[in-house]
C-alpha cells in the first residue's frame, strides 16, 4: 500500500528557510514521480516541484532559487528545503507520488502540512 505522510510545516517570517519531509512506503522513489503540490483556499492547486521517475527535477517559476527538491531514494524519503520563503508562499503542502507505469497513471496522496510565511 502506498502511504505517504508529509511534515515539517510551520510558521517562519518571511527570509526564512523550512525544510519540509515526506516519508515514504509501499513503492520504490525509482518507479514513482514524486513532488510537492500546493494549495490556497480560492486558489487552483499548484506543482511546486518534483523529481520524474527519470531523475530529473521541474520547478514552478515562482520557486525557482529558493526551493530546493530531494530524494532520498535509500531512506525513501522526499525532501523540499525552502529558503526565503516569502508571504505567498503560504499554503498547505501535499506530497504526491504518481505510478507513470499505470495506464492512466495513478496518483497517491499524503495528507498535508502547513506552511505560513508572516511578513
Known amino acids: 500500500e502506498v502511504q505517504l505522510q508529509a511534515s515539517g510545516g510551520g510558521l517562519v517570517q518571511a527570509g526564512g528557510s523550512l525544510r519540509l519531509s515526506c516519508a515514504t512506503s509501499g513503492f520504490s522513489l525509482d518507479d514513482y514521480a514524486i513532488g510537492w503540490v500546493r494549495q490556497t483556499p480560492g486558489k487552483a492547486r499548484e506543482v511546486v516541484s518534483c523529481v520524474n521517475s527519470d531523475g530529473s527535477r521541474n520547478y514552478a517559476d515562482s520557486v525557482k532559487g529558493r526551493f530546493t527538491i530531494v530524494s532520498d531514494n535509500a531512506k525513501s524519503v522526499l525532501y523540499l528545503q525552502m529558503d526565503n520563503l516569502k508571504p505567498e508562499d503560504t499554503a498547505v503542502y501535499f506530497c504526491?507520488?504518481?505510478?507513470?507505469?499505470?495506464?492512466?497513471?495513478?496518483?497517491?496522496w499524503g495528507s498535508g502540512t502547513q506552511v505560513t510565511v508572516s511578513s
Open positions: 504526491n507520488a504518481r505510478n507513470v507505469l499505470s495506464a492512466p497513471p495513478t496518483d497517491y
